[in-house]
T-cell receptor, first 114, second 115 residues
Framework: DTGVSQNPRHKITKRGQNVTFRCDPI?????LYWYRQTLGQGPEFLTY????????KSRLLSDRFSAERPKGSFSTLEIQRTEQGDSAMYLC????????????FGPGTRLTVT | AQSVTQLGSHVSVSEGALVLLRCNYS??????LFWYVQYPNQGLQLLLK??????LVKGINGFEAEFKKSETSFHLTKPSAHMSDAAEYFCAVSERGNQGGKLIFGQGTELSVKP
């Protein structure tokens, strides 16, 4: 069990550029979640996958955001045409199926849009 | 809609003193309840959770929390604070019956421990 990993850990980009983040969950976990955390706030749910199926998306996930989880393994979160308001920590978590199971969080990717 | 309120964005205690971090939730039915801790530049780690059964739950590092349905509260306590407890603490809920299990977090409470 190597834990949830996220890459890159930090990303600085200029407004209008596209960025992509990767999350590698714990290998046997079939659920994967994305959250966004801004300074001084708690994480906010963005979306989640069960295996390769994206089952729920928050209204926070605008059309500029897209997430994939091909083959039910790693996941990517892409932000197109970044805006300064996208600056945040993007957290990934994974779990086994069922609300009784703990969500294990990765260290996050900190995005700064200049 | 569910929501979580953590009273006090910053709490400061002396080493050895009682730690009390407050959490109240709003939900039409009692949700599943969680406390997470976040150290600087790290992800969140689960301290404890309440899903069913005994309302007083014990977690890691000497923390415990009590679910009080009548007060819609899930306050986190620790009898004696250590310097290593300094961190950000988040209360979270998950909707009972929501098979997705997404978490709704409070805004967090930063705990400082003075020597």
């Amino acid at each position: 069990d190597t834990g949830v990993s996220q890459n890159p850990r930090h990303k600085i980009t200029k407004r209008g550029q596209n960025v992509t983040f990767r999350c590698d969950p714990i290998s046997e976990h079939n659920r994967l979640y994305w959250y966004r955390q801004t300074l001084g706030q708690g994480p906010e749910f963005l979306t989640y996958f069960q295996n390769e199926a994206q089952l729920e998306k928050s209204r926070l996930l605008s059309d500029r955001f897209s997430a994939e989880r091909p083959k039910g393994s790693f996941s990517t979160l892409e932000i197109q045409r970044t805006e300064q308001g996208d600056s945040a920590m993007y957290l990934c978590a994974s779990s086994l199926t069922g609300v009784f199971y703990e969500q294990y969080f990765g260290p996050g990717t900190r995005l700064t849009v200049t | 809609a569910q929501s979580v309120t953590q009273l006090g964005s910053h709490v400061s205690v002396s080493e050895g003193a009682l730690v009390l971090l407050r959490c109240n939730y709003s939900s039409s039915v009692p949700p599943y309840l969680f406390w997470y801790v976040q150290y600087p530049n790290q992800g969140l780690q689960l301290l404890l959770k309440y899903t069913t059964g005994a309302t007083l739950v014990k977690g890691i590092n000497g923390f415990e929390a009590e679910f009080k349905k009548s007060e819609t509260s899930f306050h986190l306590t620790k009898p004696s604070a250590h310097m290593s407890d300094a961190a950000e603490y988040f209360c979270a809920v998950s909707e009972r019956g929501n098979q997705g299990g997404k978490l709704i977090f409070g805004q967090g409470t930063e705990l400082s421990v003075k020597p």
